[in-house]
């Protein structure tokens, strides 16, 4: 703080109560032409002059006005600092002719009251349209809304503007032009340098020029607001000047004058283009404007675009995009874009966009104006949009209504223009609005736009007519093909004879009601509608899935189907019959579901009024051990004329109950009920009876309690799991709720079942039997054991985990003696069938008893599972189960096949495929006599990645095989086998594919051709003995009758020439019979041909000979036979694949017989001739003779 050391400095310290405070004095001269003023809005500061000769006269304020030219001392004083205390004004004016100013240089005091903050002011007088210039001495200026840096602020007021205009030094600025009255300041901090010269002042005329190029396209319109200020716009070239409008047409560099300074602010500019268009293009095809052209104005710029008829113009705006808004809303840019369409009808439509959007391309349909409004200073860029056309794509459909069904197309969206149109050439015909067909003939609808479906909505009406006992059809829809995408309404209006009611019977899903005004989720919404001597009132509108099954309607009404467009149409199929009388406007029939549910409806026309003087009825079937509560929602209750409301519950067989919309309604009770609601005749002026209400059912039953305990079965788990549609049927195990309950074996629990009835539950169990050791593994029969009493529900099934060590075999054997294999063809037929498979659920089969396979083997860990109506109805045993040594084979079946019927053999998890590398034989054991057909049936081959595929055939003793196949090779269908014998397949790892073959057997007697050779020579030789003992009785006879002799002749004919002694018939006499044959009498031909007339055959012409038949069998004795046992299989310890394990089938020694001594092979030595001589010596080699009739040696 300074003190001042003067006298009157001390003096006014005492004044000011003798506190400190801070002051400054200082001498002062103000310039003849300014007013200079000194001022505070402090209280405790003032300033104050100094007079008198020692300075002791002080006069204090806290304003204070220098009188020009007169030196002044001028004391400060304020308890705050004085330089932000105290402001200095020095104002001045500025004086100007039409062509000069006074003063022309403007120049300040700059060390003037310095210290303290300086505002100097300049006012501006001027005549009226004379524009004053102020040129810049110093640096140029910039406008600015923030305070300058530097201290000097420069401000601007003009008469026009709303408020000062500020600038800063350091700008581009050096001009300020200004008119009459403008005022002009600069305001500077405390102690900031100041040059003294500012400003340089002339005068002019008030002109602005601007020089503007207008295209020949073009036209501009400048506009003058009626509010604005008065300022005239001319036409340089013709000075042609208006102060409302003036119209600029194409001219290059056309200069346009303003009577005003900122004629942006009184004129806006209107710039007209047009664009026209053919079906194909558009000239010009892009909105080009000059961007600088009057930028400083608000511009708008229109384009009128021309197309012809059924024609699309598409408008893109690529650039940049538009985003629509609504007439009220404004564009934050200034950008704001108009789009008016002419329709074909007349009518404009108009949309508005705003710069920036997703809006990228506009399609128009007519001719359309498309107006640009740009902010004062905005940019336009160039081209605004491009312009394009092309023929306006139509649609064309054909449609056949169904006989008694209208097809009514109506307008359903006002955008964009289109119509719909039927008929050709003269006799086309158009509509915009509405299109009904009514014949049941192909008719061409077109519509003249490319997405009709977008502006119409389709309506399909159908009528059906019912008599007193039937209708002329259901509610289906056969027109589900017309207008796919199309919003569609079906309608079906019904009607039956007045006394009687229509009835809507809905499938098992039901029907939901939902608000008129909800649509339902799956697209597809159906209402009722019935007519009233009132008028129509809408019954209800549903969706599909819920409690309402049937709907019964008086008289006549209509149900709809809405199904919006691309929406395929999946409707419920809804039976119509005729129903009974009635008096009630509807009756809806309701189907409660068990467990916890809470069902909403509403009345007729909800939330409108309920008929008049009417009733509707709510017939609701409850389920058993169940109870329901009624609730009421919101109702309204009308004004009664007549009568009063009332709801009437009402119970078959018992009395009904009357109750008002107020009272409580029915709570917990049970069984069906009928809920009548009965309207008064009302006030029509005031609000009308409606009401919301709900119907929940909760369940009232007990839960059946059941203690199991299956301790007395320390291997034994229990399932029980829900298979029944009911979602209530509730289980707990131990108080706990489960979806699916296990009973640990060795372990005791508390069932509880509620709402569950025995054919919704499924129970199942099973059994562990483990061995460890295969020695000390005892036989075991798997029966069911007896389970708790309480479990009422039927076994479905019980499941035998079967588990031996890896060196022992499981031999699975029916109590019954033998199983069956449940194959398409040999289906099992008994009461339970026992499906076996691997731990890991690889399926063996399914099996039953009473078949052809003995014994099952199986080299790994399997469980069985018997499956029947009601195991535990069961108590004998299904299946004998034995542990024996280990097999070599994954599987062994013994098989017995019989006559009966063929034997079919599967592979493990037919019709699928075996596991890799897995083996399985058959033992097949023919019964004696009888040979077996082999064929396979059925047979797939992989594709193998590694080893191969085997099916092998041979046949018990035999080393050879009747067939080894590969599945690279190509497998015989058929096989003959004769002898019981082994069918072994073997899998590879399959790369594509599986391995799987049904095999059929089937048995054919055997033909014992030695049997029956030797029955046929036994025959002969006892012919020939009979013929013999004929032959000598006869000879006897004769030579007792005819004792003849002859003469023996060495040489020559035995009989003389004409001798004939021998006159009987060769019949008669026993020329043909013989004592003895001679060998060279048979085979004497084939001796050397003799000349001579005394050989046997020159002798012997013309006589009767006898010819001798070879002699097949012994002549006397009885015939050998061998007999041999039914073959069983050797015992080799070596014995490869196709020879199976010997815990099967044991060895026993044979009776070899030499096939040279068999009538079945032949010598190769002999020679194909009739003495069978032999061709060469050497050791017998015996050929087979007949592959058929093949039999081994030990059986011969």
Same mark, same amino acid.
């Given at each position: *703080? ?57 006069? @204090? ?34 004086? @100007? ?35 004053? !210039? ?68 002339? +005068? ?82 892009? +909105? ?156 061409? &609808? ?14 399909? $009406?159908?009528?059906?007519? @019912? ?8 509610? &289906? ?61 809408? &019954? ?22 809405? &199904? ?11 039976? #119509? ?20 549910? $809470? ?5 007729? $026309? ?183 009493? @309480? ?160 099916? $092998? ?9 009747? *067939? ?24 590879? *790892? ?12 089937? #048995? ?14 036994? +025959? ?120 199976? !394990? ?55």
């Amino acid at each position: *703080m300074r003190v001042c050391a003067t006298p009157a400095l001390l003096a006014l310290l005492l004044v000011a109560a003798l506190d400190s405070s801070e002051c400054f004095q200082t001498v002062v001269r103000a310039d003849k032409a300014s007013t200079v003023t000194v001022s505070s809005e402090l209280a405790q500061c003032a300033v104050c002059t100094v007079s008198g000769d020692n300075g002791t006269d002080t006069s @204090c304020q806290s304003s204070l006005t220098l009188v020009p030219e007169d030196e002044v001392t001028l004391l400060f004083n304020c308890s705050k600092p004085i330089e932000e205390s105290f402001t200095v004004t020095i104002s001045s004016s500025i004086e @100007c002719t039409k062509d000069k100013c006074n003063p022309n240089v403007v120049e300040v005091s700059s060390s003037l009251l310095k210290e303290f903050s300086r505002t100097f002011t300049w006012e501006l007088k001027a005549p009226e349209k004379t524009l004053v !210039s102020l040129s810049i001495l110093s640096n140029g200026v910039m406008e600015s809304s923030q305070p300058c840096p530097d201290g000097l602020q420069y401000s601007v007021t003009t008469a026009e503007s709303k408020g000062p205009t500020l600038y800063c030094e350091g700008g581009s600025v050096t001009e300020l032009e200004l008119l009459h009255q403008a005022v002009v300041s600069l305001q500077v901090k405390p102690n900031v340098q100041l040059q003294d010269n500012l400003f340089h002042a002339t +005068a002019g005329p008030l002109k602005r020029k601007l020089a503007v190029t207008v295209d020949p396209s073009t036209v501009v319109v400048l506009s003058r607001g009626p509010a604005g200020l008065e300022c005239e716009v001319c036409d340089g070239s013709t000075s042609d000047c208006s102060s409302t409008e003036k119209t600029l047409t194409g001219a290059e560099k056309l200069s346009v004058e303003f009577s005003c300074l900122q004629p942006q602010d009184v004129f806006s500019v209107v710039v007209k283009k047009t664009i026209e268009c053919t079906k194909s293009s558009c000239t010009p095809a892009a +909105a080009e404007v000059e961007p600088n052209l009057f930028q400083e104005f608000k511009r708008t710029i229109i384009w009128h675009i021309s197309v012809p008829e059924r024609t699309v113009l598409t408008l893109d705006f690529a650039a940049n995009g538009l985003s629509a808004i609504s007439a009220a809303e404004i564009c934050q840019d200034g950008y704001r874009y108009t789009v008016a369409t002419t329709r074909s009808d007349g009518e404009i439509k108009t949309n508005i966009y705003c710069k920036g959007g997703t809006v990228s391309q506009l399609d128009l349909y007519g001719k359309t104006t498309l107006t640009v409004e740009a902010p004062k200073g905005g940019e336009l860029e160039s081209p605004v949009f491009g312009a394009k056309a092309a023929p306006r794509g139509g649609r064309m459909m054909s449609v056949t209504p169904d006989p008694n069904t209208i097809i009514i197309v109506k307008r359903a969206s006002s955008e964009p223009d289109c119509s719909v149109c039927v008929g050709e050439g003269a006799a086309k015909k158009c509509n915009t609005q509405v299109l009904r067909l009514t014949a049941p003939q192909d008719t061409s &609808v077109e519509f003249t736009c490319p997405e009709p479906q977008t502006v119409f909505s389709v309506e399909i $009406n159908r009528e059906i007519d @019912c008599t007193e006992a039937s209708c002329s059809g259901n509610i &289906v829809q056969a027109e589900t093909q017309f207008f796919p995408d199309f919003n569609r309404t079906f309608t079906w209006d019904l009607k039956v004879v007045s006394t009687r009611a229509f009835q809507l019977d809905f499938p098992e899903t039901g029907m939901r009601q939902i608000s008129n005004q909800e649509m339902c989720p799956d697209d597809h919404t159906y209402s009722l509608v019935t007519y009233l001597r009132t008028g129509p009132a809408t &019954v209800g509108t549903f969706c599909k899935g819920g409690d309402t099954t049937t709907i019964l309607a008086r008289y006549k009404g209509r149900m709809s189907l809405q &199904v919006p467009g691309d929406v395929k149409v999946d409707p419920v199929d809804i039976k #119509l019959k005729v129903g009974p009388e009635t008096e009630m406007v509807a009756i809806v029939k309701v189907n409660l579901p068990r467990g916890v549910s $809470n069902t909403d409806f509403i009345t007729p $026309n909800y939330p409108e009024d309920f008929p008049d003087d009417e009733q509707m009825q709510w017939s609701f079937s409850v389920p058993g051990m169940h109870n329901y509560t009624v609730h009421f929602h919101e109702h309204t209750s009308p004004e009664c004329l007549k009568k009063e409301v009332e709801v009437e519950y009402k119970k078959e067989g018992k009395k009904g109950s009357n109750l008002t919309l107020t009272a409580p309604q029915p709570k917990h009770h049970q069984g069906n009920f009928h809920m009548v609601l009965r309207n008064c005749e009302t006030n029509r002026t005031l609000k009308g009876l409606s009401l919301s209400f709900r119907v929940s059912v909760m369940r009232s039953g007990h839960p059946v309690l059941c203690k199991v305990d299956l301790t007395k079965h320390p291997s034994v788990s229990l399932q029980i799991e829900k298979v029944g549609s009911d979602p209530y049927c509730e289980m707990s195990l131990n108080s706990e709720v489960k979806e699916k309950i296990n009973v640990a074996p060795g372990t005791t629990a508390s069932l509880s079942f509620l709402d569950c009835p025995h054919d919704d539950l499924r129970l199942t169990a099973s059994k562990v039997i483990a061995c460890k050791n295969g020695v000390s593994c005892s036989s075991t029969d798997l029966a069911v054991p007896k389970l708790d009493s @309480c479990l009422a529900m039927p076994l479905h099934n019980f499941t035998w985990h079967l588990s031996i060590p890896q060196d022992s075999t499981l031999d699975l054997v029916s109590p019954t003696g033998s199983l069956q294999q449940s194959l398409p063809g040999q289906e099992c037929n008994d009461s339970f069938l026992l499906h076996v498979a691997e731990t890991d659920g690889f399926s063996l089969g399914d099996f039953c008893p009473k078949g052809k396979i003995q014994k099952v083997q199986l080299h790994t860990n399997v469980s069985v599972t018997a499956t029947a109506p009601d195991l535990k109805k069961k108590t004998d045993p299904f299946l004998n189960v034995n542990v024996s040594r280990e097999i070599a084979e994954t599987i062994i079946y013994r098989v017995n096949p019989t006559m009966k019927s063929p034997t079919l053999l599967a592979t493990p998890n037919w019709p699928r495929g075996m596991k890799p590398y897995s083996t399985i034989s058959w033992i097949v054991t023919l019964p004696s006599q009888y040979k077996a057909h082999l064929m396979f049936v059925n047979l797939s081959q992989p594709k193998c990645a590694d080893r191969h595929t085997g099916i $092998n055939v041979k046949m018990f003793g035999y080393k050879e095989e009747l *067939m080894s196949r590969r599945e690279d090779e190509q497998a015989e269908d058929k096989l003959l086998v004769p002898h019981s014998f082994y069918l072994n397949m073997s899998n590879c *790892m399959p790369e594509e594919g599986h391995f799987g073959t049904m095999t059929k057997i089937v #048995l054919q007697k055997k033909t014992n051709l030695l049997a029956i050779l030797l029955g046929i020579a036994g +025959a002969l030789v006892f012919a020939l003995i009979l013929l013999g003992v004929v032959c000598f009785i006869t000879k006897k006879k004769k030579e007792k009758m005819n004792k003849e002799s002859s003469i023996y002749i060495g040489k020559g004919n035995i009989f003389l020439p004409g001798d004939r002694h021998f006159t009987k018939t060769r019949s008669e006499n026993g020329s043909h019979v013989y004592d003895y044959i001679d060998d060279t009498m048979v085979y004497g031909h084939l001796l050397g041909e003799s000349n001579g007339s005394d050989t046997p055959q020159e002798n012997l012409k013309g006589l009767q000979v006898d010819s001798y038949q070879t002699f097949t069998g012994p002549t006397g004795g009885t015939l050998p036979v061998i007999t041999e046992p039914d073959p069983e299989p050797e015992l080799n310890c070596n014995m490869t694949f196709l020879d199976p !394990s010997e815990t099967f089938i044991p060895s026993r020694p044979r009776t070899p017989i030499e096939r040279q001594e068999s009538l079945g092979f032949q010598d190769r030595r002999m020679v194909d001739n009739e003495l069978y001589t032999f061709k060469s010596t050497g050791d017998i080699n015996a050929i087979q003779l007949s592959g058929g009739d093949l039999e081994p040696e030990e059986y011969l």
